[in-house]
């Protein structure tokens, strides 16, 4: 074997080819440093005395399904220099790892298309030898989301795993990336991620959130200069819960029994868009039934629907327009429900009428928590929650993410 097929196939440079052996189906490749190549680890001096040598093995990419070790002297040297006495340095390998820099970029390789399960398999080592590739180069390239450029941001919280354990998650509206992931919820979770954010906080334009009084309070504390904007689902969201809650107490109040088998069953149709509704079942009958018997009920679903309108209007006058006129045919109509909301939408109306200004919204944060819902149970749970962490940075990159 060629010193030139050993850095093309290995890319291992500074070393003479000595013997290969073939042993139990391993192949194993003798190799040793070139005497005039090596250097002060330190200095990179050539004035060194030799203080022997210490024999190591090195698993390096794969010769067909037969696994490969590279079996090399690694030197201990003196430098007449500057006077230490360390180990050479080892250029195709880090001096802590088991395995060469190819074995680990092939490794890496391998974890985008397939889970690290499968890739310990199939290269016949250990489930935690490839966590540890994986993570490495994850904190290398993800550890530390850069800030400098955010200025549009999106925050929302996570379910993960049972009892109702939360991560918050920021992220990047323009790129897509998740720049903090923070332990529990609320505005103590993002408190790491405001003192990261200091020196730019004043880039920050505008941050899309739901209607949570704890992400309100701490947006204005932190970001004073940026716009809330009140994400549109969120807003549709809580209409729904209450459109529930009212189709529930209709049902409980119901004097006949036609009333109430009328109302069992509704609520998906409630709750579902107009245009979505399956003419095979017989969806859209069945909920302008409910309706017809249940004024309240039928008051309060159009409402919901007319409010789907806000944000479609050509201008941000147009719109503030509409939503007072919305607001007061919902306190018009005497449900309580509607006044309540109405209330609730007129306290929050410069965050909603933001949209007009900054057309964002949480939306592209609820398709990345599918994907950290995703990517945990790909992996049946995560016993390293830092590890967790750097896979939900690395997100934007799909393909590599969703493995393992």
């Given at each position: 074997m060629s010193t030139s097929l050993l850095y093309h196939a290995f890319g291992i440079r500074g070393y003479k080819y000595v013997r290969t052996l073939f042993i139990l189906g391993i192949i194993w490749i003798n190799i040793k440093k070139d005497r005039l190549s090596l250097r002060c680890p330190v200095c990179g001096s050539r004035n060194i005395i030799l203080h022997g040598s210490t024999?190591?093995?090195?698993?390096?990419?794969?010769?067909?399904?037969?696994?490969?070790?590279?079996?090399?002297?690694?030197?201990?040297?003196?430098?007449?220099?500057?006077?230490?006495?360390?180990?050479?340095?080892?250029?195709?390998?880090?001096?802590?790892?088991?395995?060469?820099?190819?074995?680990?970029?092939?490794?890496?390789?391998?974890?985008?298309?397939?889970?690290?399960?499968?890739?310990?398999?199939?290269?016949?080592?250990?489930?935690?030898?490839?966590?540890?590739?994986?993570?490495?180069?994850?904190?290398?390239?993800?550890?530390?989301?850069?800030?400098?450029?955010?200025?549009?941001?999106?925050?929302?919280?996570?379910?993960?795993?049972?009892?109702?354990?939360?991560?918050?998650?920021?992220?990047?509206?323009?790129?897509?990336?998740?720049?903090?992931?923070?332990?529990?919820?609320?505005?103590?979770?993002?408190?790491?991620?405001?003192?990261?954010?200091?020196?730019?906080?004043?880039?920050?334009?505008?941050?899309?959130?739901?209607?949570?009084?704890?992400?309100?309070?701490?947006?204005?504390?932190?970001?004073?200069?940026?716009?809330?904007?009140?994400?549109?689902?969120?807003?549709?969201?809580?209409?729904?819960?209450?459109?529930?809650?009212?189709?529930?107490?209709?049902?409980?109040?119901?004097?006949?029994?036609?009333?109430?088998?009328?109302?069992?069953?509704?609520?998906?149709?409630?709750?579902?868009?107009?245009?979505?509704?399956?003419?095979?079942?017989?969806e859209r009958k069945r909920l302008e039934t409910a309706l017809e018997l249940n004024k309240p009920l039928a008051t309060a679903y159009y409402m919901k629907e007319d409010l789907r309108q806000l944000w479609n209007q050509k201008s941000k006058a147009k719109a503030e327009s509409f939503l007072s006129d919305w607001i007061a045919r919902a306190r018009a109509s005497e449900i309580k429900m509607l006044s309540d909301m109405a209330s609730s939408l007129e306290k929050h109306k410069e965050g909603i009428l933001a949209y007009y200004d900054y057309p964002i919204s949480t939306g592209p944060l609820e398709g990345t928590n599918n994907k950290i819902k995703t990517l945990q149970r790909q992996a049946y749970g995560f016993r390293d929650m830092e590890f967790f962490k750097l896979k939900i940075y690395a997100l934007h990159l799909t393909k590599y993410a969703l493995t393992g």
């Open positions: 024999t190591r093995r090195f698993r390096t990419l794969p010769i067909g399904s037969k696994k490969v070790f590279i079996y090399c002297p690694i030197h201990r040297v003196e430098c007449k220099k500057c006077g230490i006495v360390r180990q050479a340095k080892i250029s195709f390998a880090d001096e802590r790892r088991t395995y060469t820099k190819a074995f680990e970029r092939y490794a890496l390789e391998l974890s985008k298309y397939m889970t690290i399960s499968d890739v310990a398999m199939h290269l016949d080592v250990s489930w935690d030898l490839i966590k540890d590739i994986q993570k490495r180069f994850l904190k290398k390239h993800f550890g530390k989301p850069k800030l400098k450029k955010l200025r549009l941001l999106a925050i929302d919280e996570i379910t993960i795993g049972r009892n109702h354990r939360y991560l918050t998650v920021v992220l990047d509206i323009k790129s897509g990336a998740v720049v903090f992931v923070g332990d529990g919820k609320g505005s103590d979770a993002l408190k790491p991620f405001w003192r990261r954010l200091r020196r730019y906080k004043d880039n920050i334009e505008a941050v899309a959130i739901d209607m949570s009084p704890a992400y309100i309070h701490a947006v204005e504390e932190n970001l004073p200069n940026a716009a809330i904007v009140f994400d549109h689902f969120h807003i549709i969201k809580m209409f729904n819960d209450k459109l529930s809650d009212l189709r529930r107490d209709l049902h409980r109040e119901a004097k006949s029994e036609t009333q109430q088998q009328v109302l069992k069953g509704t609520r998906w149709l409630l709750l579902k868009n107009p245009n979505n509704l399956n003419e095979q079942y017989n």
